[in-house]
């Protein structure tokens, strides 16, 4: 099959790629592993990127600079990230702006009680799936070719140039084809959960995985074995608590849970174990995947009374309920005596004086001589009905990929690849060490894509 571009995956980051390389006159070939219902990977789950700008522009409010944006990353990142590869991903995050608009994608202002981005992410109309099917549409009109149920299962590395990408085809059967350039965005490897297992052990196999089964990092773990450089932790991962009851694959954003700050969580034991009100849930969120990865049997329980039923957005399954907390806790499945004798410890914590409960701001009502403690918004858990939700680790996408420099380009044990470039979550762990800024996934992959989609391009024009 003759194609001067292979793009490995079919989410953002490949159609950012494509895009671009067929822009630049290249024949393109999309190899896409989900069927078309279930195309664009975890990018059609998204709803915003981070970007930076100068000052109002489209739905984005003030100014966002690359200082302070550079700033959020190294909070969350805790220095861990390649300074030159996240400047060049916050300077460019800024064309991408003008760019994805001219590739059909719509944006709309954020919504509130979105996490309070308005300044920094712009949302996308229709969310990740109308970005998707966008960019989708915009490839097409260039003259990509896309084939679904595609999935590449070896990339033929041969003296740091790739010769041949072998992939099985709809009916099952092998093919290969010989690019001039390849471009792999085939994400991380989150939707092997035997991989996941290797790196977290077996509770891993509890984890739900927020976004889609098909980035199993196949394509990433063939390029490791075929001497490309790594980077990042296999044990990092943006990962949050969500519903119990979400499904393992492609539970999206509707699964998640905001009710932790007003509650208290305990684990199977029925045992408190971590600050509920810590800080603000858009703040906290993000950790609680971890914690409860950390606790027996990978699961957390939610308890909530009454009277804070109306203080977050509404779940998507209903909680349970019963008029007494021993009724709950019993239909939760937790031993009665521990939990009730965890709660009735929490309530006596609490200060008698609730005047101060503020459930939009830090308010430092706090529990007194209990361990843990409740920093904020503690208040006893005594007015029936009760209600109780049980809490997951979702893990979003994993952060060991493939070391690539500015130009996006894959680096090899002995050099760059001549032909090879990545983009989106299989490369984000050069950037994402640990922890997580809302809306940079998409940032990175959008400036590492179209990077990658002009690199190609130009490598098979001038050669
Ligand atoms: C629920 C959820 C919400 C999120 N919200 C946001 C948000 O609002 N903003 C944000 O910035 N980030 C968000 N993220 C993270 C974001 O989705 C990713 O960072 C981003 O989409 C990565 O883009 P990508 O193109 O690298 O990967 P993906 O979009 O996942 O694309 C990878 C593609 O590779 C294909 N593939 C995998 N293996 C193979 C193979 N062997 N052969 C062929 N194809 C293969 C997959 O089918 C898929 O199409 C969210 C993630 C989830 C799960």
């Known amino acids: 099959m003759q194609v001067d571009v292979a793009v490995l995956g079919g989410g953002n980051a490949a159609l950012c790629g494509a895009i671009n390389a067929a822009l630049a006159g290249c024949s393109v070939l999309v190899l896409e592993s989900a069927p078309k219902p279930y195309r664009g990977g975890n990018s059609r789950h998204t709803r915003n990127f981070r970007c930076m700008h100068q000052g109002p522009v489209g739905p984005l409010t003030g100014a966002y600079l690359e200082d302070e944006y550079f700033d959020d990353l190294i909070k969350v990142t805790k220095g861990q990230t390649d300074e030159i590869l996240a400047r060049k991903a916050i300077r460019e995050s800024e064309a991408c702006f003008a760019w994805m608009h001219t590739q059909g994608i719509r944006f709309q202002p954020s919504l509130s009680g979105t ?115 790594s980077v990042g932790d296999p044990t990092q991962c943006h990962a949050v608590a969500i519903d119990g009851r979400a499904p393992k694959f492609d539970g999206g954003i509707a699964s998640r849970l905001d009710c932790v700050p007003f509650s208290v969580v305990l684990n199977q034991n029925g045992q408190r174990f971590y600050d509920e009100g810590e800080d603000v849930w858009p703040k906290r969120y993000a950790i609680w995947g971890r914690l409860v990865a950390a606790q027996p049997s990978q699961i957390g329980h939610v308890i909530i009374d009454s009277r804070s039923l109306n203080l977050f957005m509404p779940s998507l399954y209903p909680p349970l309920v019963s008029d007494t907390l021993e009724g709950l806790v019993e239909q939760m499945g937790l031993p009665t005596g521990a939990s009730l004798a965890s709660i009735s410890a929490f309530n006596a914590a609490c200060a008698n004086d609730l005047s101060g409960f503020r459930p939009t701001e830090l308010d430092g009502l706090a529990t007194r001589g209990i361990e843990p403690a409740k920093t904020n918004w503690a208040r006893p858990i005594t007015e029936p009905p009760f209600y109780g939700y049980t809490l997951r680790p979702g893990v979003t996408f994993t952060y060991l990929g493939l070391k690539v420099d500015q130009a996006a380009r894959v680096q090899m044990q002995d050099g760059p690849a001549e032909n090879l470039w990545a983009a989106g979550e299989i490369m984000a762990g050069s950037i994402l060490g640990q922890g997580y800024l809302a809306g940079f996934g998409m940032t990175i992959g959008t400036v590492f894509g179209r990077q990658a989609g002009q690199e190609a391009g130009a490598y098979v024009k001038h050669r």
């Not at 712009?122 to 990740?128: E, I, K, P, V, Y």
């Not at 990509?144 to 003296?159: A, K």
């Open 115 to 229: 996490l309070s981005l308005s300044r920094t992410n712009a949302f996308f109309l229709g969310g990740g799936k109308a970005l998707v099917n966008a960019l989708y549409r915009r490839a097409e009109q260039l003259g990509v070719r896309v084939r679904y149920q595609t999935e590449v299962t070896h990339v033929d590395m041969r003296d740091n140039r790739v010769a041949e990408v072998v992939f099985t085809d709809e009916q099952g059967a092998e093919n290969r084809v010989q690019p001039r350039a390849v471009i792999a965005a085939s994400g991380g490897f989150q939707g092997d959960t035997d991989w996941l297992e290797r790196a977290w052990g077996p509770g891993a196999q509890n984890f739900l995985i927020r976004g889609t089964q098909y980035n199993r990092g196949v394509v990433l773990r063939d390029l490791l074995d075929q001497g490309a450089q």
